[in-house]
């Protein structure tokens, strides 16, 4: 082999290896930036499954409330009832 073919291998040699640690740098940093997304993921669903919980905890609250305000409404009712038949055996 004469010094010209040397040259020519040892480049080609050069720059496939230098294709290569680029690539391998390039597949590191995707797997870095996929890590980094699948954390901040995890991060958002663990908030969101709070989130869901403290919703679910609040419709539990309003619908006691609902239900307390429907007695209390038929209560009032009933001593305005009350109320209204006194002022009539008052007032004969």
């Known amino acids: 082999m004469s010094v010209q073919n040397w040259i020519a291998l040892i480049s080609a040699s050069v720059a496939f290896l230098a294709l290569l640690v680029t690539l391998l740098r390039g597949m590191k940093s995707e797997a870095r930036e996929d890590g980094k997304t699948a954390e901040v993921l995890r991060q958002v669903n663990s908030k969101l499954e ?43």
Do not use: C, P, Y
Request: charged residues 35%; glycine residues 2%.
């Open 50 to 92: 709070g989130i869901t919980k403290q919703e679910a905890a609040n419709s539990a609250r309003i619908e006691a409330i609902v239900e307390r305000v429907v007695v209390l409404e038929q209560s009032t009712k009933q001593a305005h009832f009350r109320i209204d038949e006194l002022r009539e055996e008052l007032h004969k």
